[in-house]
């Protein structure tokens, strides 16, 4: 499911897309906003901070860590692992829990829009509480199946995809990392930096219907440079963990 055309809706496979450039914008604007969350909550001043992101894709996160001065290293079992290593990321291509990574290894881990994807969420986080050093952190993004507008758009939530096997609502996330070792510091909703054509895509490729007949509308009598712009959109459901050695 994950091959070459998982992610062309982003653009990102023809260099000559004017949008790309875009995207790339977009994804570092939210990517630093979640390091200054999570970042609250893991000791500061450390000397070498190590952040793994889990589903890393295109290495958004992964450049924006290393922004921030965290050695960063990402995993993702897509082919967009390719574009993460030409610049020069250390990224694994294998599931965490063939990696055998040492405990206690990892400052900050993040999982945006990847744990509704896994078969064995239980087990996922197990091992993320393995790896994590004691007074470190999680971030996890992942939609909200209890949000209002998921009652409301009901067959059209764009969520709904063939690739999401675990849906979560607050408690039922809550529960999970309760039960695989942390301490929840913060569960609400989530946001993203996004631009009309970027939703649109994203509505084409996953939600056809008259959700997207009224954006497609609207985008084809909009401005370029509006359709374009990047706007702070509430989304899906962040929460932020601790282990519970650390509480």
Same mark, same amino acid.
């Given at each position: 499911?994950?091959?070459?055309?998982?992610?062309?809706?982003? /653009? $990102?496979?023809?260099?000559?897309?004017? =949008?790309? /450039?875009?995207?790339?914008?977009?994804?570092?604007?939210? !990517?630093?906003?979640?390091?200054?969350?999570?970042?609250?909550?893991?000791?500061?001043?450390?000397?070498?901070?190590? $952040?793994?992101?889990?589903?890393?894709?295109?290495?958004?996160?992964?450049?924006?860590?290393?922004?921030?001065?965290?050695?960063?290293?990402?995993?993702?079992?897509?082919?967009?692992?390719?574009?993460?290593?030409?610049?020069?990321?250390?990224?694994?291509?294998?599931?965490? =829990?063939?990696?055998?990574?040492?405990?206690?290894?990892?400052?900050?881990?993040?999982?945006?829009?990847?744990?509704?994807?896994?078969?064995? #969420?239980?087990?996922?986080?197990?091992?993320?509480?393995?790896?994590?050093?004691?007074?470190?952190?999680?971030?996890?993004?992942?939609?909200?199946?209890?949000?209002?507008?998921?009652?409301?758009?009901?067959?059209?939530? #764009?969520?709904?995809?063939?690739?999401?096997?675990?849906?979560?609502?607050?408690?039922?996330?809550?529960? $999970?990392?309760? *039960?695989?070792?942390?301490?929840?510091?913060?569960?609400?909703?989530? @946001?993203?930096?996004?631009?009309?054509?970027?939703?649109? /895509?994203? @509505?084409? *490729?996953?939600?056809?219907?008259?959700?997207?007949?009224?954006?497609?509308?609207?985008?084809?009598?909009? #401005? $370029?440079?509006?359709?374009?712009?990047?706007?702070?959109?509430?989304?899906?459901?962040? !929460?932020?963990?601790?282990? *519970?050695?650390?509480?």
């Amino acid at each position: 499911m994950y091959d070459n055309e998982f992610y062309d809706y982003w /653009g $990102l496979r023809e260099s000559s897309n004017q =949008h790309s /450039g875009d995207l790339w914008t977009m994804k570092m604007k939210t !990517s630093l906003a979640y390091l200054n969350l999570v970042e609250r909550c893991v000791p500061q001043g450390l000397p070498s901070p190590q $952040l793994l992101d889990i589903g890393c894709a295109h290495g958004f996160m992964l450049e924006a860590a290393q922004q921030r001065g965290f050695q960063a290293s990402g995993i993702d079992i897509s082919p967009a692992v390719s574009v993460a290593r030409q610049q020069g990321f250390n990224v694994y291509d294998r599931p965490l =829990h063939e990696l055998g990574l040492p405990a206690n290894t990892f400052d900050i881990i993040t999982l945006i829009d990847v744990l509704e994807h896994v078969p064995d #969420p239980r087990r996922l986080m197990q091992e993320v509480c393995r790896i994590l050093k004691p007074k470190g952190a999680v971030l996890i993004v992942t939609p909200d199946i209890g949000s209002w507008i998921a009652r409301i758009m009901k067959d059209s939530w #764009p969520h709904y995809k063939s690739e999401h096997i675990f849906y979560f609502n607050r408690r039922s996330l809550c529960m $999970l990392l309760r *039960k695989t070792g942390f301490s929840v510091e913060h569960v609400g909703r989530a @946001f993203k930096y996004l631009n009309l054509t970027y939703i649109l /895509g994203h @509505f084409q *490729k996953y939600s056809p219907g008259w959700v997207t007949t009224l954006l497609t509308s609207l985008h084809s009598v909009l #401005p $370029l440079a509006l359709t374009r712009t990047t706007l702070r959109f509430q989304t899906e459901m962040l !929460s932020i963990a601790r282990p *519970k050695t650390a509480a």
